[in-house]
């Protein structure tokens, strides 16, 4: 597949930078499960040390790490491998709960909610993966994938409808697991059961009509405009782990953006 | 009105840090024009003799300013005053050119086109503020500001209809200005008719459909599904200058958001 993860490429590049080439060799402790998530990392002249690098080499390849998401400084505390997402964030795109303001409205400033909606596996079968998802996930023609079909539920309401797919063998633990074990998270699931770390995701928003099956499944009109979430995760390496696309009712999606 | 300025806070508080007032009293040099937009600051050495300070204070007191967007540290060069906003970001959450790819596909991964849409003022007045918006303005009741409602146009068609409303009698230049010199983007008009520098601004995306006269303006049905942006935007010294709606066809939406 095309690697398009920076760190491999700084790693692999001739004529890299001495701090990218100790960045890489950083990123695969992480990679390894040698720096733990949530651990702090060795003080900077300990790695200075072991590497056999100037200090400032190790704080440019520290300071990657942290522009990648790997790494986090905590001020007064020291440098942690971050742990990876929760999975609980696709609720930053709506606000389903009766207390959101009006849309446009100048009054609100609060987050939306960030509850985590209870999932309803409705299936989960192995299938081919077409070619092109096959290729995001770095596999070949023919390549097999889960195919997942989840409904997400917050208070008492359909709210979300989600199909997500994930590359075989790398997920085969799930696919044997019982709906009742899956709890309302993925990516701790994917954690535990297949070694997974989700530590980054790409969200593009588009918005469409429902089709009368997803209707259905989300208690709202035939045809009744949608906000589509499409969804790449990416694991520590940098390799796509998952493919997902969220369906909800465009008119409880809220979104805010800062530009500077 | 309520400065949420974290700089402004920084500089007022008791007990802040030593580098928190250093950083406002630079972020005072950058609101009073005399280190410009464009321009490199001081060395950090020459900083630190001018307000008596250690090297590592002043560093810190620096790295605020970048945290603020206020400057950018360019890679062996320096670091910068920032450039304003140029406003032309609203085309970032949309795709309206013909060679989009369909929502949802797998295929994109190349960045919406930011060309700058033409831009026709259809009227432009003075008008009491309700109270939400002279607040957000900083104003008192009863304060005046101008209200301008403007269409933008790409591709020789419609794309976005906007309500703009800025306070008075800052945006008093505009009022006065003939609508064939506005040009295609208001925050460099901002800055060289009313000294104003729109250095950061938020803005939130809600989904509702358009009434009669929005449809007929952006040449769409009516009640139409259209995305609705929200913009709050703030100068340098973080007050808010500009309050904006813009609506745009839903299905030409389309925003990317990494989470990590």
């Given at each position: 597949?095309?690697?398009?993860?920076?760190?491999?490429?700084?790693?692999?590049?001739?004529?890299?930078?001495?701090?990218?080439?100790?960045?890489?060799?950083?990123?695969?402790?992480?990679?390894?499960?040698?720096?733990?998530?949530?651990?702090?990392?060795?003080?900077?002249?300990?790695?200075?040390?072991?590497?056999?690098?100037?200090?400032?080499?190790?704080?440019?390849?520290?300071?990657?790490?942290?522009?990648?998401?790997?790494?986090?400084?905590?001020?007064?505390?020291?440098?942690?491998?971050?742990?990876?997402?929760?999975?609980?964030?696709?609720?930053?795109?709506?606000?389903?709960?009766?207390?959101?303001?009006?849309?446009?409205?100048?009054?609100?400033?609060?987050?939306?909610?960030?509850?985590?909606?209870?999932?309803?596996?409705?299936?989960?079968?192995?299938?081919?993966?077409?070619?092109?998802?096959?290729?995001?996930?770095?596999?070949?023609?023919?390549?097999?994938?889960?195919?997942?079909?989840?409904?997400?539920?917050?208070?008492?309401?359909?709210?979300?409808?989600?199909?997500?797919?994930?590359?075989?063998?790398?997920?085969?633990p799930l696919q044997r697991l019982?709906?009742?074990?899956w709890g309302d998270l993925l990516?701790?699931?994917?954690?535990?059961?297949?070694?997974?770390?989700?530590?980054?995701?790409?969200?593009?928003?588009?918005?469409?009509?429902?089709?009368?099956?997803?209707?259905?499944?989300?208690?709202?009109?035939?045809?009744?405009?949608?906000?589509?979430?499409?969804?790449?995760?990416?694991?520590?390496?940098?390799?796509?782990?998952?493919?997902?696309?969220?369906?909800?009712?465009?008119?409880?999606?809220?979104?805010?953006?800062?530009?500077?």
């Amino acid at each position: 597949m095309p690697d398009n993860d920076p760190l491999h490429r700084a790693a692999t590049a001739p004529g890299v930078s001495r701090y990218g080439r100790i960045a890489a060799q950083l990123q695969r402790k992480i990679v390894a499960g040698e720096w733990l998530p949530g651990a702090a990392i060795p003080a900077e002249n300990t790695l200075a040390a072991e590497f056999g690098m100037a200090l400032g080499t190790i704080r440019q390849a520290i300071a990657v790490l942290v522009q990648e998401g790997l790494l986090e400084r905590v001020q007064g505390k020291g440098t942690f491998v971050r742990n990876g997402l929760t999975g609980a964030s696709m609720m930053r795109f709506f606000r389903f709960r009766a207390d959101a303001g009006a849309p446009g409205s100048l009054a609100t400033g609060t987050e939306p909610g960030l509850a985590i909606p209870r999932s309803e596996i409705l299936s989960c079968r192995a299938a081919r993966l077409d070619q092109g998802m096959a290729a995001l996930f770095g596999l070949g023609a023919g390549a097999r994938g889960l195919a997942i079909s989840r409904r997400r539920w917050l208070d008492d309401k359909p709210r979300l409808l989600e199909s997500i797919w994930l590359p075989l063998p790398r997920c085969e633990p799930l696919q044997r697991l019982p709906k009742a074990e899956w709890g309302d998270l993925l990516y701790p699931l994917l954690g535990s059961q297949c070694g997974i770390t989700i530590h980054r995701a790409e969200d593009e928003v588009t918005f469409r009509t429902l089709d009368t099956d997803e209707a259905g499944l989300l208690e709202l009109p035939d045809g009744h405009p949608c906000a589509l979430v499409t969804r790449r995760a990416y694991d520590l390496q940098g390799h796509c782990a998952e493919y997902r696309l969220t369906r909800g009712d465009a008119y409880a999606f809220r979104y805010q953006a800062d530009i500077r």
